[in-house]
């Protein structure tokens, strides 16, 4: 455990919260990324402040009140990638060659492991079925169900989809642009890749583990 001192502190917090490999995390999440490595006094009271008051993420979070909708009952999976839920963010400024506008959000529900892919907000059923084919199926096996239901309709889906949209808003929704040493230009679609590898690597609520444990062992 390294000790930090004060003046290096919102350096720190800056660093596992507001980078891409972050991932824009929760309060949560992100003091359990810290407490892992690094430790200095009231070090919980500045992750929560920190969180609380960053401007993006309060900008782009969205109410979560109670919703209606049919409670669906949703099939325990066995296995990593047997069952997984997915959604659109949608709204998003263009990026990428294609000026992709949207980005496919896929959430496996054995380990909670997250998929994120640059889409098109007019895409067809098909063009969805070609993207999960040639991006997803070759890495993932073949599954045994795809669940498309609104996720306000399963609790389940909602706690899953939510952090993992609002990752996705946080890094997207203002047209934000990141540089690199070397001072060259990065889209959104080029640091979804990052999302995911913060998200898999930091402790899920409700396994006590990391997906990338948990889907990989």
Known sequence: MKYVDRFLVNLVLKEFHDSPFSGHLSEDRTRGQIKTCIWWPMWKKYVAEYCKTYDRCQKANKYTGKRLGNMIKIQEPSRPWEIFHMDWVTGLPPGGDRSYNA???????????????????????????????????????????????????????????QPLEYMVRRLCAYGLELKDCDGFTHNWCTILPALELAYKTSIHASTNQTPAILEKG
Request: with cysteine; net charge negative.
């Open 103 to 161: 980005s496919l959000v896929i959430a496996e529900i054995f380990s909670k492991t997250p998929i994120f892919l640059a889409c098109h907000k007019d895409d067809t059923a098909m063009d969805t079925a070609l993207l999960i084919w040639n991006r997803v199926i070759s890495w993932t096996g073949i599954f045994t169900n795809i669940i498309t239901y609104h996720p306000q309709t399963d609790g389940l889906a909602e706690r899953m989809i």
